[in-house]
């Protein structure tokens, strides 16, 4: 805070008599204040006389509301009745249910922090990033593209299910959320976007992680998943292996799913596809997504937004293949690196150096970048986890 000026300069200042240019500034020298200070109190000596010699008020002009037991109340109800259905509880979500309960004055999301931890309703959190260093893509119409992901569920009779997710990644609307016996499969895949099509049409692209059930392009061969979409003209992309951000969005989607089953346990896959139902109705209609500003349901974004065109051609699928892919990996100490799961040994003589990896369909070119020699070329995958390339790869 700065330092009161006192009472003895300020009449000093209102009394001063500038002598010719510069003496003003020399003065406030002398007197250790700033020019601002000294026009601020002179200012206010010309306007309200005597009382400029007393330091204004540091009060907030607008102090924020206080608000009684009753906003306490209605703000620690919603959070328990949130959490005990296994939904988000925080301030924007609290915030975003009692403007729709018709809530006013309604409570800044500050404020609902502030009841929240006064209450000892607040779940402390390791520090984080703030969200406005992070760098966010989004496609602006719907349907554009669509996220799918497939995750784990554990029924309380002993058996498990795999659980399929689609995420419109403009809207972030739900688009499917189903249940299925089996592990992730390419068939229950395939069924899950047959329903989801027929549902909503088609989507410009579908975006997957590298599992064998969604996206096999980038080991050289393509799944029936990728084939089934290029034929309706839908292009199968996929994120690069080990970069899970890429799929982000569904990734994240998750985590609420998760928190719902874990408070509504099903014990048949019946039972879970009911639950599933539930939650997605609540996920796309009455839950707030904090993607939006202002904040809204996914099912008022995406009734708002745009929707691409459909593809109206199928897609060759030997267009999937045909653009190589281009890598860079550093040589560990013990002379090996790693690609998607296989672990090449090209000799301790090149520990610390980075080699170029293109990837082809049914092959793999290693290159020294800094020289553009070319090492070795290998059919891939290979036939073992570990192959041997030092008889390939001499350092010159």
């Known amino acids: 805070m700065a ?3 006192s009472l003895s300069k300020r009449l000093k200042i209102v009394e001063f008599v500038p002598s010719g240019p510069g003496s003003t500034r020399a003065f406030c020298r002398r007197m250790g204040v700033s020019l601002r200070s000294f026009y601020r109190i002179r200012s206010r000596w010309s306007g309200s006389g005597t009382s400029s010699l007393h330091p204004a008020s540091r009060a907030p002009r607008r102090p924020h509301r206080r608000y009684g037991p009753d906003a306490e109340a209605a703000v620690a109800a919603l959070h328990a009745e949130l959490t005990g259905r296994g939904l988000d509880a925080g301030g924007i979500t609290i915030r975003f249910h009692l403007q729709q309960q018709g809530m006013d004055p309604l409570p800044s999301v500050s404020t609902i922090n502030r009841i929240l931890a006064r209450n000892g309703l607040s779940r402390v959190q390791r520090a984080k990033r703030p969200r406005s260093s992070y760098t966010r893509f989004a496609r602006s119409r719907t349907c554009e ?14 058996d498990r299910a795999t659980v399929y997710q689609i995420i419109d990644d403009a809207s972030r609307l739900c688009i499917a959320l189903t249940a299925r ?8 895949a395939i069924d899950v976007l047959t329903r989801a099509i027929a549902a909503h049409g088609r989507p410009v692209a579908v975006l997957t992680d590298n599992g064998a059930a969604f996206n096999t392009h980038r080991r050289g061969l393509l799944s029936s998943t990728e084939l089934y979409l290029a034929s ?9 292996a080990g970069h899970p951000q890429t799929q982000g969005k569904t990734e994240r989607s998750h985590h609420p799913a998760r928190k719902w089953l874990a408070a509504h346990p099903a014990t048949t896959l019946t039972d879970l596809q009911i639950v599933l139902n539930e939650f997605r109705d609540v996920y796309n209609n009455h839950r707030p997504h904090q993607a939006f500003s202002p904040v809204c349901t996914p099912a008022a974004a995406w009734a708002r937004m745009s929707r691409a065109p459909e ?9 999937l293949l045909a653009a190589p892919e281009h890598t860079t990996r550093t040589v560990r100490s013990r002379g090996v690196l790693s690609y ?9 003589q090149w520990a610390g150096e980075p080699i170029r990896l293109t990837h082809a369909p049914g092959r793999l070119t290693l290159t020294h970048p800094t020289t553009e020699r ?4 290998i059919t891939w995958p290979p036939p073992t986890p570990y192959t041997n390339l030092t008889d390939h790869c001499q350092k010159s």
């Not at 593209?145 to 029924?155: N, R």
């Not at 309706?232 to 690069?240: D, T, Y």
């Not at 070319?374 to 070329?377: D, G, M, N």
Request: aromatic residues 6%.
């Open 340 to 348: 998607q799961g296989h672990t090449l040994y090209l000799g301790t």
């Open 374 to 377: 070319h090492l070795t070329t």
């Open 232 to 240: 309706l003209g839908v292009a199968p992309i996929s994120g690069r």
């Open 311 to 319: 593809p109206t051609a199928p897609i060759d699928p030997d267009d």
């Open 145 to 158: 593209l669509w996220q799918l992901d497939a995750f784990e569920v554990a029924l309380t009779g002993g």
């Open 181 to 188: 016996t089996r592990a992730e499969n390419p068939a229950d």
């Open 3 to 5: 330092r009161e000026i």
